[in-house]
């Protein structure tokens, strides 16, 4: 098969893949190493990609955080670790985060015990009637899977329970 047709090929499938969601470099990668495109298309591809900005991991980064920010609130730590999965790398990742949360017009973003409380008033309705230390328990484990420190999820948590009574 000719080289252009093969390219074409690929770059069809990068972009249904960008379809849905912007994508990292890393996971535009994966996937054409998923369908078996040669390591010189792949380069050719994500060349072609970032030459047209649909590939670019700072922007990616900073969309991703305001997305689950918004959607699925989690602790920044939480946040830097996923966008390691996604293959940001760690100096990128703080870089786009310090812009993010010093800027203090940006309502998407928010600091850990804002979102820990957003999640623990949402929360709290579930757990009427039972004694406070069974809430400090179920309350703690729901934010610390969330990805927020104990010291956070407490304040959190004493924070909604002193606006309850």
Known sequence: MDEQIIFEKYLLSAYRFLNFRLRSEKEMRDNLK???????????????????????????????????????????????????????????????????????????????????????????KKYQGMERNEIYQKLGGFLGRRGFSWEVSKKAIDSVLSNKN
């Open 34 to 124: 998923k369908k078996k495109a040669p390591e010189e298309m792949i380069e050719k591809v994500i060349d072609k990609l970032k030459a047209q900005r649909f590939i670019n991991d700072e922007t990616f980064a900073r969309m991703w955080i305001e997305s689950r920010t918004r959607s699925k609130p989690r602790s920044r730590f939480l946040l830097k670790m996923e966008l390691q999965q996604k293959g940001i790398a760690r100096e990128l990742v703080d870089k786009v985060m310090e812009d993010l949360y010093k800027d203090e017009t940006n309502e998407s973003v928010k600091t850990d015990l804002e979102l820990a409380k957003g999640l623990a008033k949402q929360r709290i």
